[in-house]
């Protein structure tokens, strides 16, 4: 389903992070979101996952309005995300973490016998696609920068979202986790799954997306396949000029 906006708008006090953002990110694709720092990409992610409230505008997912939906809502229906910032329990280890991305009321709530090994099965299963099944009983507080973003993408994938955001996948990993973080969202891409991806890394972005959208200043400022934005006048304007 695709995600879209219409004139979204998002002021803090005097500081507007959105200013009329209307997009189109078509399901199926890679996109990606780019534009200089504090181009508003973040504040996108946070009002299109209802974790801020816009100040005006709408957001649809497959056409459904969920402009006023909270998180677990939009979450539910599909749209999954990753933070900038990362989020795991420091002192949960991999697994908890992961079971505990679906289990709102804790790790040890709830499920029990066939189920509760189902789930631990799917939860290893998405620790081995993403290649650190052996870190299973670690701590996350122990583990890298790096492994800490493919565990909280672990999180992220057992919700089973066919809508992804990806905020700074790359920001602090080493190039070897960059390989293997574009070849994921590739795999993960041609199962079906569409990606929104917030990233500074410009040879990650030119060679995964389809389809690059740039902020400047809370609003689009252009849009097309890397082709077109690798030379396209604005785009060098509002990074040069930042
Ligand atoms: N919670 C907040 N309170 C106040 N200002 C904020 C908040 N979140 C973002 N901003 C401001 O909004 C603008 C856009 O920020 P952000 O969305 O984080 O940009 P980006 O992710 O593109 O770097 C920046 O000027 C930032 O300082
Ligand atoms: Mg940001």
């Excluded at 996108?44 to 809502?73: E, L, Q, W």
């Excluded at 507080?141 to 066919?162: D, F, I, T």
Aim: hydrophobic share 40%.
């Amino acid at each position: 389903m695709s995600l879209a906006t219409v004139d979204l708008r998002k002021a803090f006090g005097g500081v507007v992070a959105l200013d009329g953002a209307t997009v189109t990110f078509r399901e199926g694709r890679i996109n990606a979101l780019i534009g200089p720092n504090g181009s508003g990409k973040t504040t996108y992610f946070n009002c299109v996952t209802g974790m801020i409230r816009a100040d005006s505008g709408t957001v649809t997912y497959g056409g459904t309005d969920i402009t006023r939906k909270a998180p677990h809502a939009i979450a539910r229906a599909g749209v999954g995300r990753t933070f900038q910032l990362c989020r795991v329990f420091p002192r949960m280890t991999a697994l908890d973490n992961v079971l505990a991305a679906v289990r709102p009321g804790g790790v040890s709530g709830g499920l029990r016998g066939a189920r509760h090994r189902a789930e631990v099965d799917r939860a290893r299963g998405w620790l081995t696609r993403l290649g650190i099944e052996h870190l299973i009983d670690i701590e996350a507080r122990n583990m890298s920068w790096g492994q800490q973003k493919l565990l909280e993408l672990a999180g992220v994938l057992m919700g089973e979202p066919a809508t992804v955001l990806l905020d700074e996948p790359a920001g602090g990993v080493n190039p070897a986790l960059l390989d293997r973080i574009g070849t994921l969202v590739r795999d993960l891409n041609a199962e079906g799954r569409t990606f929104v991806i917030v990233e500074h890394n410009m040879d990650l972005v030119m060679s995964i997306s389809d389809h690059i959208v740039v902020f400047d200043r809370g609003r689009p400022i252009a849009e097309g396949p890397p082709s077109l934005i690798r030379t396209d006048e604005r785009v060098l304007g509002a990074y040069l000029g930042s």
